[in-house]
């Protein structure tokens, strides 16, 4: 079963959210673009337009795997009471 997705929830009283979501994509970026370094190197790919799609690409899977984990985590991390 698919957790609520808490990570694309704005809500202006809780403006942490916003950090959440933005660190969230942020970290998907990179790794994507660290991945597609890496297929860039190994295929030899030259062409700019191939890059930038395969980029996207890396990103899309990225990122239905990593929103899924973060918002599992919201949904489910309990913090001890101090």
Do not use: G
Request: hydrophobic residues 35%; without cysteine; aromatic residues 8%.
């Amino acid at each position: 079963m698919k957790p609520k997705d808490h990570i694309h929830n704005h809500d202006p009283k809780h403006p942490e959210n916003l950090k959440v979501f933005n660190a969230t994509y942020e970290f998907i970026d990179k790794m994507a673009r660290k991945i597609t370094d890496i297929e860039v190197v190994a295929f030899d790919i030259t062409d700019e337009q191939t890059k930038l799609e395969l980029e996207r690409i890396n990103a899309i899977h990225l990122s239905d795997e990593i929103i899924n984990l973060v918002n599992y985590v919201i949904e489910h991390y309990r913090k001890p009471r101090v």
